[in-house]
């Protein structure tokens, strides 16, 4: 018994919540508490003296007895059959799926194994669906989930046998004291106001509390601050015992919150009335960042079938227009036999090359967002001249050009300058691309660099269709199409893949545009001096 709180380890063995089982080194059950008597349909007469293989099915008899005799060898605080799923059996023959946890103590009648048996059925259930879509991953999870209620049950149920004898009381209360110091769950008493009087050493810890601060001072509630329990409601569930297991966010001392999953349950004493309440919780940071990684990776995946779906039904109907021209102008070309009909045969010959370009830039569309969602895109900064190489690249669009259409360049400010150079290149030749196909013919598409100590601004500007103010809104989406180009060739993913090499240069993208009145896209890369 605590002497300053009153609370004895009888009293929380007696109400624990989870089935607690003391063996010898001969394997031989010699103490279990009631909650494991009820969870296997046994009496206590019927159960003390039997070997643990009783609550075990026949076809893992064999293997269990290996671990025992290896456990006795090399004791030690651990839970058992990691990466196992591990099976335990009714008296009435039924299975049921256990978290079991084990410890050793020596005392003067000899070597003791404390095994603690969470029944956990229900979370095999909840859990199924995520083993389904990724069975590696779950094992990781359930390896770093220990769960709250296997702590909760392996403390309370060793209590319940502190009644017998002086002896007996002695022996299980030095049991519980090291379970009580080495169990990695938030252990928690308190009195039936809700004030605490006990904490264990994991509580300081993960709290960041010592236990002069909380003990007899303050209540739970200081904890649950935020997470949309109170401590009344908990007080008032436990009282009526209605379950108070669930999933909520505990406050450390520097306000930082951390997940846990939690029970809250009240103790009793022979006449049934509260005491106090016992309170446990689980730190289930990792298992909710290994959820996290699987969501976030179940919604890339969707993303990306999404992508190829997409992909089929755009490539169906964009390259039915060139493959159209290429054949055409093959069964063409195969007639003009002739000498005199070179001229057009060489018709012919361009618009091949043409359409079997518009198929390159399509393809080359989408094999760029594919590397873009798989994070294949790598930067290759290098020092280079900056009006040098647009001019480059501009020239290299001078087929593409209108009758009578124009790019006219200038630059102001320093040459060199650091970035990467294809990139670059991407992004204008993009932008350049669609000035000259939004805009009408004899029309002049301005293009402009400035260079300054901290910063580059590129601008593109064309007298073409424009672009609706609504439109603008979704213009760097995936496969978006503004309402006055439908009728013209496109994927719809030029500008997406344009603001996502822009945003892996670390720049901005900004678009200025009218219906009728021409558009102007600008971009801003911070530079180093």
């Excluded at 046994?42 to 609550?55: D, N, T, V």
């Excluded at 099915?57 to 006795?72: A, D, K, L, Q, W």
């Excluded at 009644?163 to 990695?184: G, V």
């Excluded at 264990?200 to 810890?205: F, G, K, L, V, W």
Aim: charged letters at 25%; hydrophobic letters at 35%; glycine letters at 6%.
């Amino acid at each position: 018994m605590n002497k300053d709180t009153g609370i004895g380890f009888d009293v929380l063995f007696t109400n624990a919540s989870l089935g607690i089982m003391v063996a010898n080194e001969q394997g031989t059950i010699v103490l279990a508490n009631p909650f494991l008597l009820n969870q296997f349909g046994y009496s206590e007469k019927e159960l003390l003296g039997q070997k643990i293989e009783q609550l075990i099915p026949e076809r893992y008899h064999s293997r269990h007895i290996t671990h025992v005799h290896h456990y006795n060898e090399h004791p030690k605080n651990r839970p058992m059959g990691l990466g196992l799923d591990l099976y335990a059996i009714r008296k009435n023959g039924t299975e049921f799926p256990v978290e079991v946890s084990l410890g050793s103590y020596q005392t003067d009648q000899g070597k003791y194994v404390i095994a603690f048996l969470s029944d956990i059925s229900k979370r095999k259930e909840a859990e199924q669906a995520l083993q389904q879509l990724n069975e590696a991953l779950e094992q990781k999870v359930e390896e770093r989930t220990v769960t709250l209620k296997s702590t909760v049950k392996q403390l309370a149920s060793l209590i319940a046998e502190t009644e017998a004898k002086d002896t007996e009381l002695n022996r299980i209360n030095i049991f519980l004291k090291n379970i009580w110091n080495h169990a990695e769950a938030i252990i928690i008493v308190t009195d039936d106001a809700g004030i605490i009087k006990m904490i264990n050493p994991a509580a300081e810890r993960l709290l960041s509390y010592s236990e002069t601060e909380l003990i007899g001072k303050r209540t739970p509630a200081v904890f649950l601050d935020e997470t949309g329990i109170s401590l009344a409601s908990l007080i008032d569930k436990a009282g009526n015992g209605t379950s108070n297991e669930a999933e909520v966010y505990y406050k450390r001392k520097d306000d930082s919150h951390f997940p846990v999953s939690q029970t809250f349950t009240a103790m009793r004493n022979t006449q049934g009335t509260i005491e106090g309440y016992l309170m446990i919780a689980m730190d289930i940071s990792k298992r909710k960042k290994a959820e996290t990684d699987l969501l976030v990776a179940l919604q890339k995946e969707k993303e990306l079938s999404e992508l190829k779906s997409r992909f089929v039904s755009i490539a169906s109907h964009e390259f039915r227009t060139p493959l159209s021209t290429v054949l055409s102008s093959a069964y063409l070309i195969s007639k003009y036999a002739e000498k005199e009909d070179q001229y057009r045969r060489d018709k012919h010959i361009q618009r091949i090359v043409s359409a079997v370009n518009m198929l390159t830039d399509i393809l080359n569309d989408f094999l760029s967002v594919g590397k873009i969602e798989e994070g294949k895109i790598q930067l290759r900064r290098t020092v280079f001249d900056i009006e040098q190489h647009l001019t480059q690249t501009t020239n290299e669009l001078i087929g593409l050009l209108k009758n009578n259409q124009q790019i006219h360049y200038r630059h102001e400010g320093a040459l060199q300058i650091e970035l990467d150079p294809s990139l670059i290149k991407h992004i204008l030749i993009n932008l350049l691309s669609n000035a000259i196909k939004f805009s009408p013919e004899g029309s002049v598409i301005e293009l402009q660099s400035t260079r300054t100590p901290g910063n580059l601004k590129i601008s593109v500007t064309d007298n073409g269709i424009g672009i609706s103010a609504e439109d603008q809104l979704h213009l760097f989406e995936r496969f978006f199409r503004a309402a006055n180009a439908t009728n013209i060739q496109g994927t719809g993913l030029g500008l997406h893949i344009v603001s996502k090499y822009v945003e892996l240069l670390n720049g901005t993208i900004n678009c200025r545009s009218q219906l009728d009145a021409g558009t102007t896209f600008e971009l801003n890369f911070q530079v180093k001096p």
